[in-house]
């Protein structure tokens, strides 16, 4: 059963010019993609930087504005969805990035970063918050010292963590994670990856990686989708990717990302079995890659390349 499933997306921005602001031409951010993300399912969708990833994330949340196409959540379309399905949504769907610290001072403490949201969406008292932030720091493998401390006091992986216990507290179904994960170094990936599989087992959380490290995808998710330009052009699990890449953009992306020390092949090996064994129940068809007037190939039941404009 699909959690969430899009279809035909595109986002387009106006380019406007001169003294009036005409509208002489349009940037084509998003140009008809088409995925599904099945509950336990894990995602990457992986590109250049200005491919679209970011706009990808931030439509899923409600944060730009949809051109055209639809976000099915729950057999409904979210596009048009009322304020009361809304919420549901809002709390199912959470979106993770840097981004966020823009929009907060450095100075704010770990407990009161983490608790807003319950203090915006639930009524506990104070002793119940405080054992609900303490919970979710155990969640993402910080000690509970960590609360009484402020957000400027932590390092990359401390702050990424924190992020994600923030996302926790709505017990949503998808994590939408753009970045972050990319600039930690190899161990912290590592730990991330173990705190989100440990909640996939638990709560049924599925994720969405929006990255540009394809290596970093291939370790953190079961499929991979490459994004050039707004379009997708292969879509495959994480090892039709790694062992039989087909594009020449997914090509160029494995060179400049190459894989892991090979002292670390077998460690890898494992978690990237386990994440296709999970990811058994995602049917992939031919529909998920890009509605875009691309001719495709299949090369295999779960793998789709794009033929390039000649
Ligand atoms: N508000 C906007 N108005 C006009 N163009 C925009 C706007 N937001 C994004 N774009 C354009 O859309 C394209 C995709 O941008 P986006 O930020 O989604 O890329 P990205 O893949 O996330 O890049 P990065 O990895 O560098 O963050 C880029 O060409 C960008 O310039």
Same mark, same amino acid.
């Given at each position: 059963?699909?959690?969430?499933?899009?279809?035909?997306?595109?986002?387009?921005?106006?380019?406007?010019?001169?003294?009036?602001?005409?509208?002489?031409?349009?940037?084509?951010?998003?140009?008809?993609?088409?995925?599904?993300?099945? #509950?336990?399912?894990?995602?990457?969708?992986?590109?250049?930087?200005? /491919?679209?990833?970011?706009?990808?994330?931030?439509?899923?949340?409600?944060?730009?504005?949809?051109?055209?196409?639809?976000?099915?959540?729950?057999?409904?379309?979210?596009?048009?969805?009322?304020?009361?399905?809304?919420?549901?949504?809002?709390?199912?769907?959470?979106?993770?990035?840097?981004?966020?610290?823009?929009?907060?001072?450095?100075?704010?403490?770990?407990?009161?970063?983490? #608790?807003?949201?319950?203090?915006?969406?639930?009524?506990?008292?104070?002793?119940?918050?405080?054992?609900?932030?303490?919970?979710?720091?155990?969640?993402?493998?910080?000690?509970?010292?960590?609360?009484?401390?402020?957000?400027?006091?932590?390092?990359?992986?401390?702050?990424?963590?924190?992020?994600?216990?923030?996302?926790?507290?709505? /017990?949503?179904?998808?994590?939408? @994670?753009?970045?972050? @994960?990319?600039?930690?170094?190899?161990?912290?990936?590592?730990?991330?990856?173990?705190?989100?599989?440990?909640?996939?087992?638990?709560?049924?959380?599925?994720?969405?990686?929006?990255?540009?490290?394809?290596?970093?995808? @291939?370790?953190?998710?079961?499929?991979?989708?490459?994004?050039?330009?707004?379009?997708?052009?292969?879509?495959?699990?994480?090892?039709?990717?790694?062992?039989?890449?087909?594009?020449?953009?997914?090509?160029?992306?494995?060179? #400049?990302?190459?894989?892991?020390?090979?002292?670390?092949?077998?460690?890898?090996?494992?978690?990237?079995?386990?994440?296709?064994?999970?990811?058994?129940?995602?049917?992939?068809?031919? /529909?998920?890659?890009?509605? #875009?007037?691309?001719?495709?190939?299949?090369?295999?039941?779960?793998?789709?390349?794009?033929?390039?404009?000649?």
């Amino acid at each position: 059963m699909p959690l969430l499933r899009v279809e035909d997306l595109k986002i387009h921005y106006p380019i406007k010019s001169g003294i009036f602001s005409r509208q002489t031409g349009r940037i084509r951010a998003i140009d008809g993609i088409n995925f599904t993300i099945c #509950a336990r399912g894990s995602l990457a969708i992986v590109g250049k930087s200005g /491919a679209g990833k970011s706009t990808i994330g931030r439509a899923l949340v409600g944060l730009e504005q949809v051109t055209s196409g639809q976000i099915i959540y729950a057999g409904r379309n979210m596009i048009q969805a009322t304020n009361r399905r809304l919420t549901d949504y809002e709390k199912a769907i959470q979106l993770i990035s840097k981004d966020e610290f823009n929009f907060v001072g450095r100075h704010m403490l770990v407990l009161d970063y983490i #608790a807003s949201p319950l203090r915006n969406f639930c009524n506990l008292s104070v002793t119940a918050e405080k054992a609900r932030v303490m919970e979710l720091l155990s969640v993402v493998e910080l000690s509970s010292d960590t609360a009484a401390k402020s957000l400027a006091q932590l390092n990359e992986s401390e702050l990424c963590r924190v992020l994600i216990a923030r996302a926790l507290t709505r /017990a949503p179904k998808l994590l939408i @994670i753009d970045g972050l @994960i990319t600039s930690l170094d190899a161990f912290a990936q590592r730990q991330i990856l173990r705190i989100l599989q440990g909640m996939q087992r638990e709560t049924q959380l599925s994720w969405l990686m929006l990255t540009n490290d394809l290596s970093l995808a @291939i370790l953190m998710c079961g499929q991979i989708a490459m994004l050039d330009a707004g379009r997708f052009v292969e879509l495959g699990t994480s090892g039709d990717i790694r062992n039989h890449a087909s594009h020449i953009y997914t090509r160029r992306m494995l060179a #400049a990302n190459p894989p892991a020390d090979p002292t670390q092949r077998e460690q890898l090996k494992k978690y990237r079995c386990a994440l296709e064994r999970e990811f058994t129940a995602t049917q992939v068809t031919r /529909a998920h890659l890009s509605a #875009a007037n691309l001719p495709l190939q299949q090369l295999s039941s779960t793998h789709f390349v794009a033929i390039p404009d000649k």
